[in-house]
């Protein structure tokens, strides 16, 4: 098992049988499995099975809990014609077992569960973890917890949306799965795991192979004029009016996501119509622009993005759903921690430039190059690694989970939501070739068009900030001269990217983790959680160290809620038992496979 949840109660797994869709109880967690559609026109009967779906949400039971497992094009179709009574509560990526290769887009390494319940509170599951890995070369966990492993619990980390630990093959019998589910919604009132295989009975069709590339003029630019790239300060409404039809190789759009960011001329909490009705305006203009079999990515959480679907499929043609797992950790239940890059062409997509071309700039190549699994990103294993050339280096396909947010990084500038260069570097050399013009209507601090720059692209960027304007001009000033815009930052950046109220350095001769630690022996003395009062009575360290180091009492007791993994990488067992896991998972899936090749030989 991949996992360990805290309670000890699992749901019953009954196999429902394909027709049954009506026997409702109150107590059921339902588990849907569809096929691996690879495109719309892969599905014999969208609307039949859109309709069966939602009418089998809307008879079941107001406790009902719905996992539906399938490809992200059939889910993201589905979800954008959800009916009301379904609530759509997560999008998990589940890894699968080996890429599906397609002739229009990346290789295809995730399958999407969306959960879907009834009700409207938050989704009810139990706390589960998944186990830490180790570095295969250094042995060391392969995420850095730095100076923060009193914190972590002594088996693993608790979940985000994106499953990488199991790997599934969709062909076959998903036991991990159901049996992760079995554990995860074991909370009352439910009872059983009630899983139906739809798979034979919607069988996917041969793709609609009709589609053609668009027989259109493209255009040029004539715009940029002699300095071939610009940036300019508007609404992107009217900038975007600028640019002829048909005339940008590869649109990219990483707007304001509607979540109540403080940016600096741009009100992010509007009513959710009034923002998809923007959001359909400029989303059209890109596809009027993109030049034919060229692409359209636009980058949004998975909810919204699932909408962005909905009005790009009325326009272009479908071409990939990458996840980008940003990498935060899971604090509290399953975190969502993933965005969504969902990808259009107009008409039949070209060969992909970055999949195709015969040679890659060094940038190139390593943006289109991620780290195999399990391998950590220590500068120092990195170095071994490289000196003793072993190959920990693989190409990418559409699971990003490589690259991390900026988020207080050093490497910030004045900006709320920043994206890192690798991120844009991964975009511009996938879908482009040198000379190319990569069109960012939210370009903000310029993260596009100075990776464009670095990778002899052009480029047109639109910001309707002044601030964030002149900040992207400084930037790419810098990079004119000779210094790298993405460097290492003295001062601390005031724009906030998170609610979070950041407290003030504080000089004390102890630290924050000295204090955790001694509110950890503490607990152990009195046999429960210390509160305030405890630590004034006891008068080791004064309060106000705790009432300034820390934002809640929440944040001082942490350490004393758990085990904390320091003594873990002491206690060699445990990691033995680690790789014992990782051993026995690779062995059943060896042993699976080795199966199959005996059953096809029997056959
Ligand atoms: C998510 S941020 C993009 C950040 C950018 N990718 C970066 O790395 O710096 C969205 C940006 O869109 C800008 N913006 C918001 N509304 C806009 C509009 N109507 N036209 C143009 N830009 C807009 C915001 O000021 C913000 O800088």
Redesign the pocket.
């Known amino acids: 098992m991949a996992h360990k949840s805290e309670t000890n109660i699992k749901l019953q797994l009954v196999d429902a049988g394909v027709d049954t869709l009506q026997k409702f109880s109150e107590n059921d967690v339902w588990f849907i499995k569809l096929p691996y559609y690879i495109s719309e026109s892969n599905i014999p009967d969208l609307k039949n099975l859109t309709k069966e779906l939602n009418s089998f949400i809307e008879n079941s039971s107001k406790n009902s809990t719905v996992a539906i497992l399938t490809s992200p094009v059939f889910a993201a179709h589905f979800l954008s014609e959800l009916t009301p009574l379904g609530q759509l509560k997560l999008w998990i990526g589940v890894k699968l077992i080996a890429p599906i290769k397609t002739d229009f887009s990346l290789n295809q390494h995730h399958a999407a569960l969306i959960i879907i319940t009834r009700y409207s509170k938050t989704l009810q599951h139990t706390k589960t973890r998944i186990g830490y890995t180790f570095c295969p070369n250094c042995d060391k966990t392969t995420k850095d917890y730095g100076g923060k492993k009193h914190l972590y619990n002594e088996y693993g980390t608790l979940m985000s949306d994106v499953w990488r630990d199991i790997e599934i093959d969709y062909s076959k019998d998903i036991d991990l799965l159901k049996e992760r589910l079995q554990d995860l919604f074991a909370v009352k009132p439910y009872k059983f795991l009630k899983f139906i295989d739809l798979t034979a009975k919607h069988a996917p069709v041969s793709p609609d192979v009709s589609l053609e590339k668009k027989d259109v003029k493209t255009n040029d630019f004539e715009y940029l004029g002699d300095t071939n790239s610009l940036i300019i300060n ?4 009217e ?1 975007l009016k600028k640019i002829p039809s048909n005339s940008i190789d590869f649109c990219f759009a ?4 509607n979540v109540n ?1 403080k ?4 009100d992010d909490d509007r009513d959710i119509i009034e923002y998809f009705n ?1 959001c359909d305006k ?1 989303i059209s203009e890109l596809a009027r622009v993109v030049k034919p079999g060229k692409t359209v990515a636009i980058l949004n959480i998975p909810q919204w993005a699932v909408r962005h679907f909905k009005h790009l499929k009325n326009i272009l043609s479908f071409q990939d759903w990458i996840i980008w797992e940003g990498l935060s950790l899971p604090v509290r239940m399953i975190m969502p921690a993933h965005y969504s890059i969902v990808c259009f062409t107009k008409g039949k997509a070209d060969n992909i430039p970055g999949l195709t071309r015969n040679s890659h700039s060094a940038i190139e190549h390593d943006s289109l190059t991620t780290m195999k699994e399990f391998y950590c990103s220590r500068a120092s294993c990195i170095n071994k690694r490289r000196k003793e050339s072993i190959n920990d280096k693989e190409l990418i396909t559409n699971l990003w989970w490589d690259i991390h947010r900026l988020k207080h990084n050093s490497r910030r500038v004045d ?5 890192p260069p690798m991120f ?1 570097n991964r975009l511009i050399s996938l879908f482009t070739n040198e000379g190319d013009i990569v069109l ?9 068009s100075l990776c464009a720059a670095k990778l002899n692209r052009r480029f047109f960027g ?4 002044e601030k ?1 304007y002149k900040i ?1 001009l400084n930037r790419h000033a810098e990079l004119e001269n000779g210094i790298d815009p993405f460097r290492k930052q003295d001062t601390t950046p005031k724009a906030k990217n998170s609610y979070v109220q950041r407290l003030r350095k504080q000089k004390y001769e102890v630290d924050k983790k000295t204090l955790q630690l001694y509110i950890k022996d503490l607990s152990v003395k009195l046999g429960r959680i210390p509160t305030r009062e405890d630590v004034i009575s006891f008068n080791t360290y004064p309060i106000d160290y705790f009432d300034s180091y820390f934002i809640n009492w929440g944040e001082v007791t942490a350490a004393a809620r758990t085990t904390g993994m320091e003594s873990v990488e002491n206690k060699s067992d445990y990691k033995l038992k680690q790789q014992l896991r990782l051993f026995e998972e690779k062995q059943n899936k060896y042993g699976n496979l080795k199966k199959t090749s005996e059953e096809k030989r029997h056959d």
């Open positions: 508007q609404d992107c409404l900038g990483d707007p304001p996501y960011k940016y600096e001329s741009w923007w400029w900006h709320p939501t920043q994206l844009m960012d209507p939210f370009n903000g601090s310029g993260t596009t639109i910001e309707l900030s964030y992207s």
